[in-house]
Every structure is written in structure tokens, then in C-alpha cells.
């Protein structure tokens, strides 16, 4: 492996890091009880936020198709899938959807 390539396994890495850690300072946000501390986890939750968008910097620096990809990114929206569901089918109430169970590659693990 060259050390491009092992840089982007870095970066990659750091960015789905980063991207856990919003999501948890998120979650602590909607329990923070004073001003104060809600403030706190804001300014940190937007430095981590920071981070994702200096992280793909990086990245499409590296990756030039990855650079593609982004610069691209949106196209599900043209594929029709959106204007074939029926109002019926989209959630919109306050009740949370349960999440879709499927196979990716970050859930399977060798035993």
C-alpha cells in the first residue's frame, strides 16, 4: 500500500470518527439543562463540524474520483424516487421510523 493510499484510510477513518462524535454531542445537546452548558456543547459540536469539512478537503485532494463524486453528489434526488412515493408512504408525523435492517460493511464482523 503506498502512502496515499494509506493517508486516505487515515482521513476516512478520522472523518466517520468525527462524524460519530457530532452525532453524540448532538444528543448531549438535547439534554444539556442550563444555557451555559447548551452553549459548550454548541461550540464544540461546530469545531467537530469543522473538522468533517477539513477532513474532506483532504480527502478529495487525495481522491480525485472522491473529489468527483462530491462535487456530483444529489443525484438519487433525479432519479424518480422521491415523485413515486405517495403522500401515504411518507412519514409525517412526529413518530420516528424504525430504522431499515440491512447489511453494510461496518456492521458485519468475523467471528
Avoid at 68 to 76: E, V
Amino acid at each position: 500500500m503506498d502512502g496515499k493510499t494509506s493517508d486516505l484510510i487515515l482521513l476516512r477513518d478520522i472523518l466517520a470518527r468525527e462524524i460519530s462524535t457530532i452525532n453524540n454531542y448532538q444528543s448531549l445537546l438535547f439534554q444539556a439543562n442550563t444555557a451555559e452548558v447548551a452553549t459548550f456543547i454548541s461550540h464544540i459540536l461546530e469545531e467537530e463540524k469543522e473538522h468533517v469539512a477539513e477532513a474532506i478537503e483532504l480527502i478529495k485532494e487525495l481522491d480525485p474520483n472522491q473529489a468527483a463524486l462530491l462535487t456530483k453528489g444529489g443525484h438519487w434526488k433525479n432519479e424518480g424516487l422521491i415523485s413515486a412515493l405517495t403522500k401515504d408512504q411518507v412519514n409525517t408525523s412526529s413518530e420516528r421510523l424504525e430504522p431499515l435492517q440491512a447489511w453494510t460493511v461496518g456492521n458485519v464482523s468475523s467471528t
